[in-house]
């Protein structure tokens, strides 16, 4: 059996990231893929009022998490602009899906933001 490469060293099948950004990373990862889950699953079924938007807010913040997350470390851990780069224009189709359904449902105006639709948000000033 093969050791292990160490974190960051290149393997057989690429590039392995260190321990530390895996750890910290993943979670952000699974967050959004989750949150995804259930926008895909909700599709499939009669939305109640206003869940369109929170369940599409929801993804973009998680969304939004692990983008941050990547771009602060993408030199620390081996993250190519390639990967940033498309992470960032996936979230921009994300927004424009947002403003949408938030709109509709919340009868936004459109550029006010979102934040001032959702229940239980404060408007600013």
């Not at 709109?103 to 408007?123: D, F, K, R």
């Amino acid at each position: 059996m093969a050791n292990p490469a160490a974190p960051g060293d290149v393997t057989a099948g690429g590039f392995r990231p260190p321990a530390s950004c895996l750890k910290d990373f993943t979670p952000l990862r699974d967050e959004a893929a989750r949150r995804a889950q259930l926008l895909k699953t909700a599709t499939g079924r009669r939305f109640a009022p206003g869940e369109a938007c929170r369940l599409v807010h929801d993804y973009e913040l998680a969304q939004t998490k692990m983008i941050d997350y990547a771009v602060a470390h993408a030199s620390s851990c081996g993250i190519p602009a390639k990967i940033t780069d498309q992470l960032k224009a996936n979230h921009e189709n994300t927004l424009s899906v947002m403003r949408k359904v938030c709109t509709v449902t919340w009868n936004v105006v459109p550029g006010t933001g979102v934040a001032l639709a959702l229940p239980g948000s404060q408007e600013r000033s």
